[in-house]
T-cell receptor, first 110, second 113 residues
Framework: GQSLEQPSEVTAVEGAIVQINCTYQ??????LSWYQQHDGGAPTFLSY????GLEETGRFSSFLSRSDSYGYLLLQELQMKDSASYFC???????????FGKGTRLHILP | DSGVTQTPKHLITATGQRVTLRCSPR?????VYWYQQSLDQGLQFLIQ???????AKGNILERFSAQQFPDLHSELNLSSLELGDSALYFC????????????FGQGTRLTVV
C-alpha cells in the first residue's frame, strides 16, 4: 500500500520562505506531486518530481530524494494568497492510484 | 478552469437515500478518479477508472459504486446514505494511467440530514 506523512500545519511570515516536508511509503514509485487547495476550492497541481533533485517553478520549488522516500515543497517570497492547504501525492506503477497525504495548512502572518 | 465538470455542485438529501454524482473529464483524458474529502480531512481515494474499466480501488464503502461510460464520463452512486457521508466529493481526470498530474473538478458538496 501507500502512505504519506506531512505536517498538519505550518505558520510563516509574509515575504519569508517556508518548507513543507513529505515522507512516503509506496511500492512501485512513479513520482511525487504537490497540490494546492484554497478553502472551498479544488486542488490544483503545483509540481512533480520523478527523479532526485530540485525542480523550480517560479516562487515554488520541489525536491525529491528517492533513496530517503522524502520530498519537500519550498515556497519563497510568501504572499498572503499562498495561505492554503498543500498536499503531497504519490502514484504507483503497480496500481495507478494517486494517493494524497492529509495536507499541510499554511498560515501566513502579515 | 480545469476542464473537469462535476454536477451537481451542492446536494442535500436525507439519510437512507441514494444519490448520483456526475463527472465529465477533460477532453482527451482517459482516467477518472473519485475522492472524498470530509471537513478538515485529506483527500481519500475512492476509485479509479481508465477508458471504461475499473483500475484501482481505495477504501470505498460497499454502499458506494461507480462506473465510467463509453463517452468517458463517470458517475459515483452513493446509497443508504448516512450522516457521516456528508463530504466534498471530487472527481479528477488525467491523460493516462499512473499520471501524477491530475485535474480536479470543483467538487460536489453532499450534505446528508
Amino acid at each position: 500500500g501507500q502512505s504519506l506523512e506531512q505536517p498538519s500545519e505550518v505558520t510563516a511570515v509574509e515575504g519569508a520562505i517556508v518548507q513543507i516536508n513529505c515522507t512516503y511509503q509506496t511500492s512501485g514509485f512513479y513520482g511525487l506531486s504537490w497540490y494546492q487547495q484554497h478553502d472551498g476550492g479544488a486542488p490544483t497541481f503545483l509540481s512533480y518530481n520523478a527523479l532526485d533533485g530540485l525542480e523550480e517553478t517560479g516562487r515554488f520549488s520541489s525536491f525529491l530524494s528517492r533513496s530517503d522516500s522524502y520530498g519537500y515543497l519550498l515556497l519563497q517570497e510568501l504572499q498572503m494568497k499562498d495561505s492554503a492547504s498543500y498536499f503531497c501525492a504519490v502514484s504507483s506503477n503497480r496500481d495507478d492510484k494517486i494517493i494524497f497525504g492529509k495536507g499541510t495548512r499554511l498560515h501566513i502572518l502579515p | 478552469d480545469s476542464g473537469v465538470t462535476q454536477t451537481p455542485k451542492h446536494l442535500i438529501t436525507a439519510t437512507g437515500q441514494r444519490v448520483t454524482l456526475r463527472c465529465s473529464p477533460r477532453s482527451g483524458d482517459l482516467s477518472v478518479y473519485w475522492y472524498q474529502q470530509s471537513l478538515d480531512q485529506g483527500l481519500q481515494f475512492l476509485i479509479q477508472y481508465y477508458n471504461g474499466e475499473e483500475r484501482a480501488k481505495g477504501n470505498i464503502l460497499e454502499r458506494f459504486s461507480a462506473q465510467q461510460f463509453p463517452d468517458l464520463h463517470s458517475e459515483l452512486n452513493l446509497s443508504s446514505l448516512e450522516l457521516g457521508d456528508s463530504a466534498l466529493y471530487f472527481c479528477a481526470s488525467s491523460e493516462g494511467m499512473g499520471d501524477t498530474e491530475a485535474f480536479f473538478g470543483q467538487g460536489t458538496r453532499l450534505t446528508v440530514v
